[in-house]
């Protein structure tokens, strides 16, 4: 996951096959419960990027739809938690072990990670795709008449050829997922290096490591998940593609950074819970 003289999956001191993803898949259930406590702040964020509204407004819609309305669409993201893990901390590992052993001595070894971390990404788009399309479809209050169920969601998806039913918003999401995933395997070792510097412990260096990098990944890539998010939160309607999605969210956000970033700084601290506990369980597990 990471070069440093703690942790290193690729090389020597690699995993024993299978463990990485066995390591990353319960790191990522233990994250789960903060995934639960956290989703309303995650529907909210949804929310303000559809609807472009304030925090203030998708608080009000979310209380005026009641309690059983508000973790409608909460299981893709719980599943997602945890197969995410296992997939995204495995698959990493493995890449890096098979770059370390064949690339070494073509491409510099501060550099594997990132490079191993970006494969992981892209697999892991094709993967969890359709995951995010069920989730954002049951997320938009919309849809609630025409798609009450996750049954009908998913039968209303499945009469649909995959670019506009499950793979909807494909595109966005592999550049998303491989970039984030390059930049957090890539960043995560040395910023844990320089925490640790400071006279932290291990797990809290982990921590802060894993929140940081997160922070710093979701704020860069925060346009990507908006536009996913306005991709896949309609079914049916007129098909269009990526470039005219864009121009579309860019003309109703005013053509204002500022108005396209509005849910960011909900993004921050879900971010920073969710991630920093992952990261900060999977180092304790891989050292011992």
Request: hydrophobic share 45%; proline share 6%.
């Amino acid at each position: 996951m990471e070069k440093s003289s703690d942790v290193k999956p690729g090389g020597e001191d690699s995993k024993a096959p299978f463990q990485t993803y066995l390591i990353g898949g319960t790191s990522s259930l233990l994250s789960t419960l903060p995934t639960i406590v956290v989703f309303p702040i995650y529907k909210t964020i949804f929310r303000q990027q559809i609807h472009n509204s304030l925090v203030q407004e998708a608080v009000g819609q979310l209380r005026k739809e009641g309690l059983v309305k508000l973790y409608r669409g909460v299981a893709p993201p719980l599943v997602m938690r945890t197969l995410n893990g296992t997939l995204l901390f495995g698959l990493q590992d493995t890449l890096l072990c098979q770059l370390s052993l064949r690339f070494q001595d073509v491409i510099p070894a501060a550099a594997l990670p990132a490079l191993a971390g970006f494969g992981a990404g892209m697999v892991e788009a094709v993967v969890f795709t359709p995951f995010e399309r069920v989730q954002n479809v049951l997320q938009n209050s919309l849809n609630d008449r025409q798609l009450p169920t996750l049954s009908s969601v998913l039968s209303q998806l499945r009469a649909q050829r995959p670019a506009l039913g499950y793979y909807r918003a494909f595109l966005p999401i592999t550049a998303r997922n491989a970039l984030g995933s390059s930049l957090y395997f890539g960043l995560k070792g040395p910023t844990r290096a320089f925490v640790a510097e400071q006279g932290l412990p291990p797990l809290a260096a982990s921590f802060v490591s894993g929140t940081l990098t997160s922070m710093a990944i979701s704020l860069a890539l925060y346009p990507l998940s908006v536009l996913v998010a306005n991709m896949q939160a309609q079914v049916g309607g007129e098909p269009k593609g990526v470039t005219a999605c864009w121009r579309a969210l860019w003309r109703a956000r005013q053509q204002s950074v500022a108005l396209l970033y509005r849910g960011g700084s909900l993004v921050i601290l879900r971010s920073c819970i969710t991630w920093g506990i992952t990261t900060a369980v999977y180092d304790l597990q891989v050292k011992k």
